[in-house]
């Protein structure tokens, strides 16, 4: 498509020139545009189809750039529309690919982004920041606002965020985009409450004060009539207190997030108001479309699909780890009725919805908390229940006080299942799993472990579940399980030990990998040059990372066998530098251990499979550092102990 408007929109100084009707057009545009781009490569769809008319009235009506006024995303995922008004048009191509538009804001990209923003509840908080600190440094006529939805709210930032909000002494708006959804169908009382809720009591003065603003404002009464008019709709509504106004804000809404003619007015008066603001708007998640309204969920962050009519075919990329894991997971609650699986507002994402679908009433979503998630599953711990939350190890990383205070501290059997493990490809830096091992490993009593394919993550999470001594977190990659298993027969996982996945043809192989998690599979794609080269070379699916099996590196090491671990995961504090650490405890030499891992750096959008080559966890550079390390060793020289003196 052509998206005419789009095209002749530079930046939000030319969206200023259009007219009403005009911004009705350019909302099509957009709405085509990313459907458009999203069928192709995949991306959040849902909920950027929802955000098209608050965000352009928001850039409509505010000045927003590096040095004017502040736009700050609570929702990153939401910030396409924002993107392709601030000049990024050319990006959309290619959409969260190498080179191309990242799915979140990200400053890098254009100085419109403030923060690079993956995580849920932030916004007001760093919004409050922005607004005390551009007052402290002179430069407190930079309008503020934060724009939060897809039912962050709920996050405990966010209410913290808003708790101090509500002592500013100055503008400053909350947006809050209510689509009546989270990521997926919205959890907890205050969804309801949402739903119920009206204008406050409050509005009938901040009305009053409105027009006595706009008498002094140019044009002012063309825009009050405009306002009168989309706001009587509203007087029926003038009946019960907003929640917000408890944190010491003016409450207005809610309004309808879609209309320009009432959005537009309605901002320009709030603009004005030195006092803390939420605006509560009423938005459909995926409109525009019906199959992405129809199916909020299904279209929040599709693959690729295309469009038969009135038939939408998501294309597919093989049997997804997280698809595998929740066909495990109803194995494993049809075995046993005190097993229970836990999402905190990623049912879909974490596989939790095929689940639900199967046992309802043993399925339990709290909405984007994931530090109440994970003390609930205390709790239920504690009771003999056996929790299995499933949330992406990004976000594990939000709940990890809770791990220590509550689950590992008290010893409790709480079961972790972290999807995301590793580079999970186009949704970059903000998204990537890589520390999961190094923040667990000083617990104690905490036990982790990773699969290598289907047949090991059965058996992973079937050690998990007959483990009782204390909190295990597995992890796995937003990647597809081989077709294959790699063993004929997978043995059980037994704590703390390794299982050899290629044996040496000699009692002293030429070298050993110890790979973690799916990096076996990388282990296994290197084998056949190495052998062609003649190297005899031993491979081990470590499986633990904590407890590490010392007795299988102590035996390797004594024998003269160089060890070259890998894994998906940052290279400090990670499961290579567990064996240097095993190694230094144990009094073992560790010259001829060398470590792969993911860089100390920040991965951007790509491919799974570019950003694993970025890193070098290749077969090739995996086969490259075995052949070092053997060379290396060979090289040495040979030291000859001095010869014992004859007694005389």
Avoid at 289 to 315: I, L, Y
Avoid at 551 to 558: F, G, V
């Amino acid at each position: 498509m052509a998206y005419d408007l789009l095209q002749t929109i530079a930046g939000p100084a030319d969206l200023k020139k259009l007219s009403v009707a005009e911004l009705k057009t350019l909302a099509q545009d957009i709405r085509d545009a990313i459907c458009d781009q999203v069928s192709q490569t995949g991306g959040h769809l849902a909920p950027n189809l929802g955000v098209v008319e608050l965000t352009l009235a928001l850039h409509y009506v505010f000045d927003f750039g590096p040095d004017d006024d502040r736009l700050l995303f609570d929702v990153g995922h939401q910030c396409y529309p924002h993107k392709l008004i601030t000049g990024r048009l050319d990006l959309l191509s290619k959409l969260r690919q190498r080179g191309g538009m990242a799915g979140f804001p990200e400053p890098g990209e254009s100085d419109h982004d403030l923060f690079s923003v993956g995580h849920a509840g932030t916004a007001i908080s760093t919004a409050v920041g922005m607004a005390r600190g551009d007052q402290l440094m002179g430069q407190g006529g930079h309008k503020v606002v934060s724009l939060i939805g897809d039912a962050s709210i709920v996050n405990g930032v966010a209410l913290e965020g808003l708790n101090n909000a509500g002592t500013l002494n100055r503008q400053f708006l909350v947006v809050l985009n209510d689509n009546g959804m989270s990521i997926a169908k919205p959890q907890g009382a205050m969804a309801g409450y949402f739903d119920r809720i009206r204008v406050s009591h409050r509005y009938a003065g901040f009305k009053s004060k409105s027009r006595s603003i706009l008498e002094r404002v140019p044009g002012g009464r063309k825009l009050q009539s405009l306002y009168h008019r989309s706001t009587e709709a509203l007087k029926a509504m003038l009946k019960s207190e907003h929640l917000f106004e408890h944190f010491g804000l003016t409450c207005v809404g809610p309004v309808d997030g879609h209309d320009f003619d009432t959005l537009i007015p309605l901002l320009q008066e709030i603009k004005l108001m030195q006092r803390p603001v939420l605006l509560h708007a009423k938005t459909i998640k995926g409109k525009g479309f019906d199959f992405s309204t129809g199916d909020p969920t299904a279209f929040h962050s599709p693959k690729p699909f295309v469009v038969n009519g009135c038939r939408v075919d998501v294309k597919s990329s093989g049997r997804a780890f997280t698809e595998a894991y929740a066909d495990a997971m109803i194995e494993l609650m049809n075995k046993d009725d005190k097993v229970v699986a836990v999402t905190a507002a990623m049912p879909d994402g974490t596989g939790l919805a095929k689940v639900a679908k199967a046992l309802p009433d043993r399925v339990i979503d709290t909405g984007i908390c994931e530090s109440h998630a994970m003390d609930m599953c205390a709790g239920m711990a504690k009771t003999g229940v056996k929790p299995f939350f499933a949330v992406y190890s990004t976000f594990a990383q939000r709940a990890l006080d809770q791990v220590f205070q509550e689950v590992a501290l008290q010893k409790l059997p709480v079961r972790v299942c972290m999807d995301r493990g590793g580079f999970v490809g186009g949704d970059g830096a903000v998204h990537h799993g890589f520390m999961d091992i190094a923040m667990l490993r000083t617990l104690p009593n905490v036990v982790q472990l990773a699969p290598c394919d289907e047949a090991t993550l059965q058996a992973g999470l079937k050690f998990m579940h007959e483990y009782d001594a204390g909190a295990s977190f597995i992890r796995y990659p937003r990647d597809s399980v081989p077709t294959e298993p790699l063993q004929a027969e997978t043995p059980a996982f037994e704590l703390g030990k390794a299982n050899p996945i290629h044996a040496s043809d000699h009692d002293k192989p030429a070298a050993a990998i110890l790979a973690y998690g799916v990096m076996v599979n990388t282990a296994l794609a290197a084998l056949p040059g190495l052998q062609q080269q003649g190297y005899d070379i031993a491979i081990y699916d470590a499986r633990f990372a904590m407890p590490i099996d010392i007795e299988l590196i102590r035996s390797l090491i004594e024998q003269g066998t160089p060890i070259v671990t890998i894994e998906d995961h940052a290279l400090e504090g990670g499961f290579g530098s567990i064996v240097l650490d095993a190694c230094n405890q144990a009094g073992l030499p560790t010259d001829q251990v060398k470590r792969l891992g993911m860089p100390k750096s920040w991965a951007g959008p790509d491919s799974r499979g570019n950003q694993l080559a970025e890193a070098g966890l290749t077969p090739e550079r995996l086969a490259s550092a075995v052949r070092e390390l053997i060379d290396q060793r060979d090289a040495s020289p040979v030291v000859v102990p001095d010869p014992v003196p004859t007694p005389k």
